[in-house]
Nanobody, 126 residues
Framework: QVQLVESGGGLVQAGDSLTLSCAAS????????MAWFRQAPVKERDFVAA????????SYADSVKGRFTISRDSAKNTAYLQMNSLKPEDTAVYYC???????????????????WGQGTQVTVST
């Protein structure tokens, strides 16, 4: 079992930056791919970014490429999502997810992820 707790959400203005954190506990952080998904009201949960167990491989949704950066600190069992140049369309509940994997892979589908956090709200005003 892996427990995930997100933090760092809030209300910001367009153009601002925000960093989300996802603290994992319950089992070894190794061999676990991490990802961020988001869900806006009346929309489906969308992939945002993912990082491989080693941290050496990442993947991003086209809508956030160049603006968001995913990273992880294995010593702290924590994943991060640095969000720059935020736009109103980035407004959503952001979920952290974890997936036990074989190899240094980067799943981008929600069904690949076994463990989910409770979500943290990010609101970007104009």
């Amino acid at each position: 079992q892996v427990q995930l707790v997100e933090s760092g959400g809030g209300l910001v203005q367009a153009g601002d930056s925000l960093t989300l954190s996802c603290a994992a506990s319950g089992r070894t952080f190794n061999n676990i791919a991490m990802a961020w998904f988001r869900q806006a009201p009346v929309k489906e949960r969308d992939f945002v970014a993912a990082i491989s167990p080693s941290g050496g491989r990442t993947s991003y949704a086209d809508s956030v490429k160049g603006r968001f950066t995913i990273s992880r600190d294995s010593a702290k069992n924590t994943a991060y999502l640095q969000m720059n140049s935020l736009k109103p369309e980035d407004t959503a509940v952001y979920y952290c997810a974890a997936a036990p994997v074989v190899g240094d892979v980067v799943p981008i589908r929600a069904y690949s992820y076994t463990y989910w956090g409770q979500g943290t709200q990010v609101t970007v005003s104009t």
